[in-house]
């Protein structure tokens, strides 16, 4: 799987626990250290964690494992690396206090919302006449 790919299926599980201002930072250009940012909110330590856990568990179902995690303790800031993809869980509060999407301004910003679901067309009997 691509590293443009994981992220973009890591956003999306980010989504399955409400996960508010999902982003996706391209730092391909600007450092050697990861590929992409995955980065969202959570409104409560609960919900954050939450969030850390729907990913970790998606991304086994992937086989991709968690290389690296951290912020479990406080669940204020989690952050799980994939070696090429790195997402930061944070809590409102703190997203705002260590604004990454300012720190890393130069990268690519995609915003990621929750794809709609497909809905199957219902076809309606013939009237009869």
Same mark, same amino acid.
């Given at each position: 799987m691509t590293p443009? +790919? !994981?992220?973009?299926? #890591?956003?999306? !599980? &980010?989504? +399955?626990k409400k996960a508010s201002s999902v982003i996706i930072? $391209? !730092?391909?250009?600007? &450092? $050697?250290? +990861? $590929? @992409?940012?995955?980065?969202c909110s959570g409104d409560s330590d609960v919900q954050v964690k939450a #969030?850390? %856990?729907?990913? #970790? %568990? *998606?991304?086994?179902? !992937?086989?991709?494992? &968690?290389w690296h995690k951290e912020g479990f303790s406080q669940r204020q800031w989690i952050l799980l690396d994939y070696v090429d993809v790195v997402v /930061?869980? @944070? /809590?409102?509060?703190?997203?705002?206090?260590?604004?990454?999407?300012?720190?890393? *301004? %130069?990268?690519?910003?995609e915003e990621v919302e929750e794809?709609?679901?497909?809905?199957?067309a219902i076809k309606k009997p013939a009237k009869k006449k």
């Open positions: 443009k +790919t !994981l992220a973009k299926k #890591i956003a999306q !599980l &980010t989504l +399955t930072l $391209d !730092l391909r250009k600007l &450092t $050697d250290m +990861t $590929d @992409f940012f995955v980065v #969030i850390a %856990d729907a990913v #970790i %568990d *998606g991304a086994e179902q !992937l086989n991709e494992p &968690t /930061h869980i @944070f /809590h409102k509060e703190m997203r705002k206090y260590y604004a990454l999407e300012k720190l890393w *301004g %130069d990268a690519k910003i794809k709609p679901e497909k809905k199957k």
